[in-house]
């Protein structure tokens, strides 16, 4: 027992050792870091006052005036030609003639198609002779009948001749005009898929005649809002086509029927497209303005959505400095970026728009852009 002390002895002392060193490392850090610059500004002032750079923080204001408001309901829908035709033939033949090109300007009535009509216009003079002769036989029995040498009935079959040989000319030209192709309207020709020589049935495409001076665009909208829907509501079409344009225009009809399996009316607008940027067959989305009217509005940047309702902060000046006050307020219709105000807020009222989030109640303000205000200079002590 004796012997063991030495070795058990040594080794309690080692420990005390680290023990001692390892109080006085850590008595140190603690002596440091009360003392260092991180832990003075995270104890803050005395007082508990805000960080410096937080008491005024910068904000950019709006002031309320009445804008322009409408009720917006979204669609989307597809361009049309105000009319729009497909060139084809009435008849099988050849064609013999294409009096347009791709992109012509056509106007009513133009020769846009010839087909092939010799034999037509071989009967058409064979028919015409027959006509003649009728017409010389009919003008002989007139006079024979005048001077009593011929019997009534002769003279009506003579007329009857005439009649059915006229009747034939007309068919005759009827059928070589079928194979004339006209415009039936002003407009623009589309592509040319036709040729001469080419040998063409009734509904094979020669072409395309579109009057686009005016787009249809149709669309449809939910039966719910169908109170909002009547002709010359205006509306605002756009297509990725022109991106930023917009297209104006008015409701033209609104369909009698409401579809059964959608629950949606068939709405048709029109478009003024003089300078013809408008396709017929593009994609739209339509944007209706109902009840249009003037309101004050604010930007959405400005209001903040919490449980109990819709809040902005109002600057007033205060004591010489200008301060946010929270103030409470009645919210319409959102169009574009901006929230219809319908209680809560006066004409000429200016809320903070931008930076609503570094703003807290009563809390003095500066507006960016504005000077900034240098602190008074503090005596230096000797």
């Known amino acids: 027992m004796a012997h063991s002390f030495p070795r058990y002895g040594f080794a309690i002392v080692v420990v005390g050792a680290l023990a001692l060193m ?15 610059p991180q832990a003075s500004a995270a104890a803050g002032p005395a007082g508990g006052g805000r960080m410096k750079g937080q008491d005024n923080p910068e904000v950019e204001t709006f002031e309320v005036q009445p804008t322009a408001f409408s009720d917006a309901i979204q669609a989307i829908g597809t361009a049309q030609a105000r009319e729009s035709v497909i060139i084809t033939p009435k008849v099988a033949d050849t064609i013999r003639a294409i009096r347009f ?112 001076s005016q787009i249809k665009l149709d669309f449809d909208v939910a039966e719910a809002q169908m109170a909002r829907l009547a002709p010359g509501v205006a509306i605002v079409a756009r297509t990725t086509a022109y991106p930023g344009v917009d297209f104006s225009g008015t409701i033209a009809q609104v369909d009698s029927r409401v579809a059964t399996a959608t629950r949606t009316v068939r709405v048709r607008a029109l478009l003024a497209n003089a300078d013809n940027r408008l396709r017929p067959g593009m994609l739209m989305t339509v944007e209706i303005r109902s009840n249009p009217r003037d309101v004050l509005a604010i930007p959405e940047t400005a209001l903040t959505d919490e449980a109990d309702g819709a809040y902005v902060f109002t600057v007033a000046m205060r004591d010489g400095a200008l301060v946010a006050e929270r103030t409470r307020v009645q919210t319409g219709a959102r169009i574009g970026g901006m929230v219809e105000i319908t209680s809560g807020l006066a004409r000429g009222a200016r809320i903070v728009s931008v930076g609503v989030q570094r703003v807290r109640p009563g809390q003095p303000v500066r507006i960016a852009g504005a000077p900034r205000r240098q602190p008074p200079a503090r005596p230096v002590r000797s």
């Not at 390892?22 to 260092?36: I, M, P």
């Not at 009935?153 to 005759?172: H, I, P, S, Y």
């Not at 004339?180 to 040998?199: C, D, V």
């Open 22 to 36: 390892a109080a006085v490392v850590a008595g140190r850090t603690v002596l440091d870091g009360a003392g260092s």
């Open 101 to 212: 090109e791709s992109g012509d300007r056509v106007r009513q009535g133009q020769v846009l198609v010839e087909m092939s009509s010799v034999e037509q216009q071989a009967d058409l003079s064979e028919t015409r002779a027959q006509r003649e002769a009728a017409q010389r036989e009919l003008a002989r029995f007139q006079e024979l009948n005048e001077r009593g040498f011929a019997p009534r009935a002769r003279l009506d079959a003579a007329q009857a001749a005439f009649d059915a040989a006229d009747a034939r000319v007309r068919a005759g030209q009827s059928r070589i005009a079928d194979r004339t192709i006209r415009a039936p309207f002003a407009g623009i020709m589309g592509l040319r898929t036709g040729s001469p020589g080419q040998y063409v049935r009734p509904g094979e495409q020669i072409g395309t005649l579109d009057d686009t």
